[in-house]
């Protein structure tokens, strides 16, 4: 079992930044690949970016160029480093974890955080 926590959101302006953490238990959180997933209400979710555990990463199309994903195993911990927010970026934003490749489908995570709220104001 691992259990993932999400931490970072906020209110923030358009053309800003923020850093979204994703702290997982467990000792293998290194074979693990992870997940950020975006949610508006009434909307499925989205993917936003995922890396495995070799590092390598994948993107949804509307946050490249903006968004940076990366992890430290030595601390447990996925980041999110979201820049230029724009006002469609506002979305509750889920941490997901699977012990298998980085998808981009989030039906294939096994483990899920609660989520974090992330606003961005015109």
């Known amino acids: 079992q691992v259990q993932v926590v999400e931490s970072g959101g906020g209110l923030v302006q358009a053309g800003g930044s923020l850093r979204l953490s994703c702290a997982a238990s467990g000792r293998t959180f290194s074979s693990y690949a992870m997940g950020w997933f975006r949610q508006t209400p009434g909307k499925e979710r989205e993917f936003v970016a995922a890396?495995?555990?070799?590092?390598?990463?994948f993107y949804g199309d509307s946050v490249k160029g903006r968004f940076t994903i990366s992890r430290d195993n030595t601390k447990n911990t996925v980041y999110l480093q979201m820049n230029n927010l724009k006002p469609e970026d506002t979305a509750v934003y889920y941490c997901?974890?699977?012990?298998?490749?980085?998808?981009?489908?989030?039906?294939?995570?096994?483990?899920w955080g609660q989520g974090t709220q992330v606003t961005v104001s015109s």
């Open positions: 997901a974890a699977r012990m298998r490749a980085a998808v981009t489908a989030a039906a294939a995570y096994d483990y």
């Open positions: 890396i495995n555990s070799l590092s390598i990463i």
